[in-house]
């Protein structure tokens, strides 16, 4: 099985930077994803990592250490539109399938 | 390109009721996934596809049944309903043929079983 760990919620000001980590263990790992989700939406693809290091997309980084069980989404620039709940899937090798499993999201709120 | 639909996008059932979730895609991807999300506890597999004609059981795929007896269509399919699947339900769909594929996710269907 695997085991996902992110923090439930988060605060930040608008125009500053703020930090998701998300933590796991699992056998066969085969990448690690993160995703946008909007109230009453679908979550959207923000970013990819299956090797150690940063991977950076315009305001959006992520970072990931394989060793470690370990990732974080790295947000510049706050925006009020940014205010979403951000999901980490670690996909694993299943029976010869590779499957996303995901970790239960961080709120993020933005505040001015 | 529509991407990923699902039907009904709402729907209320009575407890012991039946139907059927529907999901197509036009994006010629092999994987399909169905997924149920509730507060607190994220996006949870129920069954998933790799392929026209397969489907496997996730991590909760009690009281749910599935086919994909077309490669763009992942049916998703409710027995007897009762009140503990009252959930948001999303349909996804990715393909392997680089590891980057990422899922693309359907707007979601909102099941109330009273």
């Known amino acids: 099985g695997q085991n996902i760990d992110q923090p439930t919620e988060m605060t930040a000001t608008e125009g500053a930077i703020v930090q998701i980590n998300c933590t796991y263990q699992t056998s066969g790992f085969n990448g690690l994803f993160w995703y946008q989700q909007h109230a009453g939406e679908a979550p959207t693809f923000l970013s990819y990592n299956v090797l150690d290091g940063l991977e950076e997309k315009g305001r959006f980084s992520s970072f990931l250490s394989r060793s470690k069980g370990y990732s974080y989404l790295l947000l510049k620039e706050l925006q009020m539109k940014d205010s979403a709940s951000y999901l980490c899937a670690v996909r694993s090798s299943s029976g010869g399938s590779y499957i996303p499993t995901f970790g239960r999201g961080t709120s993020l709120i933005v505040h001015p | 390109n529509a991407g990923v639909t699902q039907t009904p996008k709402f729907r209320v059932l009575k407890t012991g009721q039946s139907m059927t979730l529907l999901c197509a895609q036009d994006?010629?991807?092999?994987?399909m996934y169905w997924y149920r999300q509730d507060p607190g506890m994220g996006l949870r597999l129920i069954h998933y596809?790799?392929?026209?004609?397969?489907?496997a059981k996730g991590e909760v795929p009690d009281g749910y049944n599935v086919s994909r007896l077309k490669k763009q269509n992942f049916l998703l399919g409710l027995e007897s309903a009762a009140p503990s699947q009252t959930s948001v339900y999303f349909c996804a769909s990715s393909n392997m043929r680089t590891q980057e594929d990422e899922q693309f996710f359907g707007p979601g269907t909102r099941l109330t079983v009273l």
């Open positions: 994006m010629n991807h092999e994987y």
């Open positions: 596809s790799v392929g026209e004609g397969t489907t």
